[in-house]
T-cell receptor
Framework: AQSVTQLDSHVSVSEGTPVLLRCNYSSSYSPSLFWYVQHPNKGLQLLLKYTSAATLVKGINGFEAEFKKSETSFHLTKPSAHMSDAAEYFCVVSDPQGGKLIFGQGTELSVKP | EPEVTQTPSHQVTQMGQEVILRCVPISNHLYFYWYRQILGQKVEFLVSFYNNEISEKSEIFDDQFSVERPDGSNFTLKIRSTKLEDSAMYFC?????????????FGPGTRLTVL
């Protein structure tokens, strides 16, 4: 069975400093992994996805994530946080046999001025 | 850019009442999904739908729930007799394919409050 674990429920950074949101996955197949972002009172927006091509995936708004099979990790990073990055971030794995998405618990990112 | 839309944005209902949540998926998509997020909890899969039938459903999706594509554009989730524990944000999603690599595009959600 597929699962993801987001290691931090809340991360706080200062504007202009790097962001690291951690995610570990468990999958008996070669996984497809996603990061979604949810701004307050908004829907879920895809940031980036990994589908067994390049292990370093670039997404929107300067975010990127690196798939590390040896560590079963898919951490999300951004070199320099912006106030508008404050949101809830979800690491997600898809079920290869049906396509349903399995979400992590979410990490709330706060950005201080 | 095409997007998934959902109506209403917020629905308040009394326990035991029926509610219908509506979604308009992206027009050329063929696979449709409902997820829900109870306040403070994970986003959970409810059901997937393709070719006018349910492809997969979770344990949550019991006989009180049903889905329908009544016309070429809408995709609805009906809860027959709402319970307090049905209070949640309900998200509709659609994708062009059901491959695990394909992106699901989400609507903004309907917040359901059961009193």
């Amino acid at each position: 069975a597929q699962s993801v674990t987001q290691l931090d429920s809340h991360v706080s950074v200062s504007e202009g400093t790097p962001v690291l949101l951690r995610c570990n996955y468990s999958s008996s197949y070669s996984p497809s992994l996603f990061w979604y972002v949810q701004h307050p009172n908004k829907g879920l927006q895809l940031l980036l996805k990994y589908t067994s091509a390049a292990t370093l995936v670039k997404g929107i708004n300067g975010f990127e994530a690196e798939f590390k099979k040896s560590e079963t990790s898919f951490h999300l990073t951004k070199p320099s946080a912006h106030m508008s990055d404050a949101a809830e971030y979800f690491c997600v794995v898809s079920d290869p046999q049906g396509g349903k998405l399995i979400f992590g618990q979410g990490t709330e990112l706060s950005v201080k001025p | 850019e095409p997007e998934v839309t959902q109506t209403p944005s917020h629905q308040v209902t009394q326990m035991g009442q029926e509610v219908i949540l509506r979604c308009v998926p992206i027009s050329n998509h063929l696979y449709f999904y409902w997820y829900r997020q109870i306040l403070g909890q994970k986003v959970e899969f409810l059901v997937s739908f393709y070719n006018n039938e349910i492809s997969e459903k979770s344990e949550i999706f019991d006989d009180q729930f049903s889905v329908e594509r009544p016309d070429g554009s809408n995709f609805t989730l009906k809860i027959r007799s709402t319970k307090l524990e049905d209070s949640a944000m309900y998200f509709c999603a659609s994708s062009a394919d059901r491959a695990s690599t394909d992106t699901q595009y989400f609507g903004p959600g309907t917040r359901l409050t059961v009193l």
